[in-house]
């Protein structure tokens, strides 16, 4: 099997095999879904100016709260916060779908007396939870990218795929 | 190209439909689209018409131009055996006629009626004479067997017009057998979306209230906004009224919601132990909500509620659901594609009925405002990002909440106090910059930089000895760090291993006035895998985390093949350089029990295994970095074996931290487990159990039984919280609902508590 | 009985034009959520 770092260019100076940067991120509706978004733009360009887009993410972002475990009374000592992410990532153009799968952030927080206390923590979480699942989404969209540069770097012959006879009307 | 009008078969030329020839059609799902007059067969669809077979994924027969289309993968199969495959086909006009007549074409919500005699008056009626009517699907392979329910009448009128629905001298059946007798009644058909009338009743026991009946009536004042009254009368406590007013306008939609009572008996509220919130003549509540859109990027709305007591809205279980605590909010807010802005103004209503003093009123803030900023600067700054951060607080509080450790309701020195009384006022802006470059061999450095400033300006008359609770204070933090990450693949047929080592040094001052000042909005500190890698590990303003300090840890993602992904990140802190702000004994002891306290911080691990086939576990733990105990750990699971789908989730906490209050310092060993059995295809057996393993005993369970199928949905639901689990006063209930599909549905739940009364 | 459906737009009202005319070209508004009025305030430099 090969060993190899994800974002090693396969020929130097060359821009790596993974070139996030490509990929533009499709609009989101909420603050964490921003949240999301902001912490991706800036995985994939790291703050530069991005070159002319040719991969498109779009991202459906949900978070929930759920609480952990009961207290005597009635209160729950900590609750965990998750955002889960479904996204698509398509080659603009052909509209091909190179990766289409969900990944989720959680993170948790431990609940006070104090309610203001609790508004803040939980806002917290959800900026942990929403850096977590966007280091995650990096890290699957540069290796199914890197797995797209082999691809076209050396492809493999392929036979043409035999097409049902012309006669056949497509469509109206 | 064939000639447009055979079926476009070049090698059967002399196609010619048998007259009569019956065609099977099979799909998931069968879709009538009435504006576009179309009926389309969805999902594995196949088509047996007079020795043809036909697959696709989705066949639309259009009425109004007669057209027919396989779209999706289509395969015929003609008489010869000749194969054809093709994205899309247009089946012509001698196909398509064999798809209508072989349909059997119910009504658009696949309602069905039968009777021995129609009578069709001008169009206008439809008379059913001896007539059955029902929402359930006829059984496939026994149509005569009868339907879970249906509805017979010596005359059914159904009027086009009105698009309603009469029964005179009508019985409903449940399974054949006669259940309820109607003389006569009438239901909207399925497509009236609003119209006045009684909706369905309710009815139920609870202990202290008595047997109760609740008969709402809608009325529809105008399509935009409309009155729904729901008046309940309870054998011991009398007469509750409640009323729904909404009103939808242009940009905007706002609702206010009213219920109030004239207990006869209030004393049945009274209870040992507990703040007998209900034991007052009047009782009542008031809730507002509303949310208008301002423009493309702002909104602004409210949601508040006033109620005369504590226990008012579980005890009639109207207006508000939570019974710990009702939050009233009022807010602005705006969102651009980067950017964010929100200012908002909260009130606590605490309605926890027991008598201790931290569930005092008094001891929460009422906030106004609390604003925050999101910026980021869309030109790059010397070839990185620069975000701006700005957030101001104004809260004020009648009383200090103070954990009373001694138990006697004094507040003695060296307890932790979560607020003080009195007004505080805090501004704080933070300039963050950050960069990111590949390094050599796919090395990822992320240089970064921030400065923050906070003002405070505080006015809490406790004057407590060694804390700056009184006066005007500043701090600033400036901070300088650089991230080094190396994410290395291997990959080797279907499966891959990818580990990416992380490292980040962050140099900075000591935290200025370091457990000098109140904490707020800091008090949450959870120590994990998500805040491993945060710059600075507090949860809000209030505390900053000074002195140099580094992370190190590493992050793992493996794809065993179609078996599961397994990922998780594991790591530690170390506090290399000045003041470990999480050393430091803050109002809050915020850090104290986080495991950051000392130098060398606890290990952190997370672990998630997503088989992707309905097994989903994700754990997290902290452990003691000398002797690997575990001092805190999470554990949610998810599971589909078979027809039982199940989900835990268990919590395990050394030592709960201060801010807990009355819990501080206590363990906490909890699991709750919930599993749901479908044993038929409609009937469904759901349990759920909540174990405390530190007390040894079970903090509640319940159990149910539920049928659906596609006309009739049933549940019997019993439920039970352990009596010293719970401060409510109803401790037991069961619920049973039954939901007719398109004419209505009822509950009745009782509640009864073990308790004294 | 009744049916407790959901809110209308206000008849008579911008939203309600606004749906009348996409009527006559044929496509349909989505009616369900209010409308987002589109018109430039002080406060947008905050974002």
Redesign the interface.
């Known amino acids: 099997c090969t060993v190899r770092p994800v974002y090693m260019a396969t020929t130097p100076g060359q821009a790596p095999a993974a070139d996030l940067s490509a990929i533009s991120v499709g609009d989101v509706g909420d603050r964490v879904a921003q949240q999301v978004r902001n912490n991706l733009v800036f995985a994939f360009n790291g703050g530069k100016q991005a070159p002319p887009a040719r991969y498109d993410l779009s991202i459906n972002v949900s978070t929930s709260e759920v609480r952990l475990g009961f207290e005597k009374d009635e209160t729950a000592p900590a609750y965990q916060v998750t955002v889960a992410v479904k996204f698509q990532l398509t080659e603009r153009g052909s509209g091909r779908v190179i990766l289409r799968s969900s990944s989720s952030g959680i993170a948790s927080y431990d609940r006070s007396n104090q309610n203001f206390a609790n508004v803040r923590a939980r806002i917290d979480a959800e900026n942990r939870a929403a850096q977590a699942v966007a280091d995650q989404m990096q890290l699957r969209l540069a290796i199914a990218l890197a797995k797209e540069a082999k691809v076209t770097v050396a492809p493999v012959y392929a036979p043409p795929k035999v097409d049902a006879p012309a006669i056949i009307g497509s469509g109206i | 190209?064939?000639n447009?009008g055979s079926l476009?078969f070049?090698t059967d030329e002399n196609f010619k439909p048998t007259p009569g020839a019956q065609m099977l059609l099979e799909s998931d799902q069968l879709i009538y689209d009435y504006?576009k007059s179309t009926v389309a067969a969805v999902g594995g669809v196949k088509i047996y018409y007079d020795g043809y077979t036909l697959e696709a994924k989705k066949v639309t027969y259009d009425q109004k131009n007669k057209?027919m289309?396989a779209e999706g993968g289509v395969k015929i199969v003609d008489r010869t055996g000749a194969i054809?495959?093709?994205?899309?086909?247009?089946i012509t006009q001698d196909f398509a006629n064999g798809f209508v007549t072989a349909l059997k074409l119910d009504t658009p919500s696949q309602t069905h009626f039968a009777a021995e005699k129609a009578l069709r008056k001008d169009g206008t009626t439809t008379t059913f004479y001896r007539g059955v009517y029902t929402a359930c699907e006829p059984c496939r392979e026994k149509p005569e067997k009868a339907p879970v329910w249906q509805v017979r009448a010596a005359r059914i009128i159904v009027d086009h017009n009105e698009h309603m629905i009469y029964f005179r001298s009508a019985r409903l059946e449940f399974l054949g057998i006669p259940v309820a007798y109607f003389p006569a009644?009438?239901?909207?058909d399925p497509t009236?979306?609003?119209?006045?009338?009684?909706?369905?009743p309710s009815a139920g026991y609870k202990s202290a209230l008595g047997a109760f009946a609740k008969v709402p009536?809608?009325w529809?004042l105008?399509?935009?906004?409309?009155l729904?009254f729901s008046p309940a009368v309870y054998t011991k406590q009398g007469l509750l009224l409640d009323a729904e007013w909404?009103?939808?306008?242009?940009?905007?939609?706002y609702t206010l919601h009213m219920a109030g009572i004239r207990q006869a008996d209030p004393e049945a509220f009274v209870e040992e132990g507990t703040r007998n919130s209900g034991d007052q003549e009047y009782r009542g509540g008031l809730r507002t909500t509303g949310q208008?859109?301002?423009?493309?990027?702002?909104t602004f709305g409210w949601d508040a509620t006033l109620l005369s007591d504590r226990t008012f809205t579980r005890d009639y279980n109207v207006l508000y659901e939570s019974?710990?605590?009702a939050?009233s909010q009022v807010h602005l807010t705006?969102?651009?594609?980067?950017?964010?802005?929100?200012m908002r103004g909260?009130y606590?209503r605490v309605l926890?009925n027991?008598q201790?003093a931290?569930?005092n009123q008094a001891?929460?803030?009422f906030?106004a405002p609390?604003a925050?900023?999101n910026?980021?600067f869309d030109k790059?700054v010397l070839?990185?990002?620069l975000t701006m951060r700005n957030n101001v607080v104004s809260?004020t509080r009648d009383q200090t909440?103070c954990?009373d450790s001694g138990g006697d309701g004094i507040c003695r020195p060296g307890d932790a106090i979560?607020?003080l009384k009195g007004n505080f006022n805090r501004a704080s802006t933070d300039w963050t910059w950050?960069?990111?470059?590949?390094g050599p061999?796919?090395?990822?450095l992320?240089p970064f930089a921030y400065l923050r400033a906070d003002a405070f300006y505080l006015s809490q008359d406790e004057q407590l000895l060694g804390i700056d609770d009184n006066g005007q204070y500043y701090r600033a933090m400036p901070a300088m760090g650089l991230e080094w990450r190396?994410?290395?693949?291997?990959?080797?047929?279907a499966s891959?291993m990818?580990i990416?080592p992380i490292a980040q040094m962050i140099v900075r001052p000591d935290e200025p006035l370091a457990g000098r000042l109140p904490n707020?909005?800091?008090?949450?500190?959870?120590f994990?895998?998500?805040?491993l890698f945060?710059w600075d590990k507090f949860?809000?303003y209030d505390r900053i985390e000074g002195g140099t300090r580094a992370n190190l840890g590493f992050?793992y993602?493996a794809e065993l093949g179609a078996l599961a992904t397994v990922?998780g990140v594991v790591g530690q802190s170390y506090q290399i350089a000045g003041l470990n702000s999480f050393a430091v004994e803050d109002l809050?002891e915020t850090g104290t029990v986080s495991g950051l306290e000392d130098d060398v911080s606890d290990y952190v691990g997370?672990m998630?295994v997503d088989s992707g086939r309905g097994y989903f576990v994700?754990a997290?733990g902290r452990f003691d970095s000398a002797t690997f105990d575990v001092n805190q750990a999470?554990v949610?699971a998810t599971g589909k074996m078979g027809d039982v789908t199940a989900s835990a989730?268990y919590?395990y906490?050394r030592e709960?931290?201060a801010?807990?209050?009355?819990?501080s310092g206590t363990p906490?060993d909890?699991i709750?487990g919930r599993a749901s059995w479908q044993f038929t295809e409609t009937w469904r057996l759901f349990g759920s159990i909540?174990w405390?393993f530190a007390e040894k005993q079970m903090?509640?369970n319940s159990i149910g039984l539920a049928y659906d199928d596609e006309c009739t949905t049933f549940s019997i639901a019993y439920s039970e919280i352990t009596q010293?689990?719970?401060?409510?006063q109803t401790s037991k209930s069961l619920i049973v609902s039954l939901q007719l599909r398109t004419l209505?549905g009822t509950q009745f739940q009782s509640n009864f508590s073990d308790g004294n009364n | 009985c009744g049916v407790k459906g959901a809110l209308e737009p206000p008849p008579g009202g911008a939203q309600a034009k606004q749906a009348e005319e996409a009527q006559k070209t044929g496509q349909k508004l989505d009616t369900t959520a209010p409308m987002v009025p589109d018109r430039k305030l002080w406060i947008d430099h905050l974002i």
């Open positions: 190209q064939t447009p476009g070049g504006d057209t289309v054809i495959n093709a994205e899309t086909i247009d009644f009438s239901s909207p009236v979306k609003r119209k006045s009338g009684f909706l369905f009536y809608f529809a105008a399509p935009n906004y409309d729904t909404r009103h939808r306008l242009d940009t905007g939609i208008f859109f301002l423009n493309r990027l702002w019974t710990d605590v939050v705006g969102l651009s594609q980067t950017n964010y802005f929100d909260y606590f926890t027991d201790g931290e569930y001891r929460q803030p906030v609390v925050d900023q910026y980021l790059d070839g990185g990002q809260l909440d954990v979560l607020g950050q960069s990111q470059t590949i061999a796919g090395m990822v992320k190396w994410p290395i693949l291997a990959a080797g047929g891959s990818l990416e707020e909005d800091a008090q949450s500190l959870v994990d895998d998500s805040s945060d949860s809000g992050r993602a990922s809050t997370s998630t994700s997290r999470q949610t989730s919590l906490l709960q931290p801010i807990a209050s009355t819990n906490t909890t709750s909540a405390d903090a509640g010293d689990y719970t401060d409510l209505g």
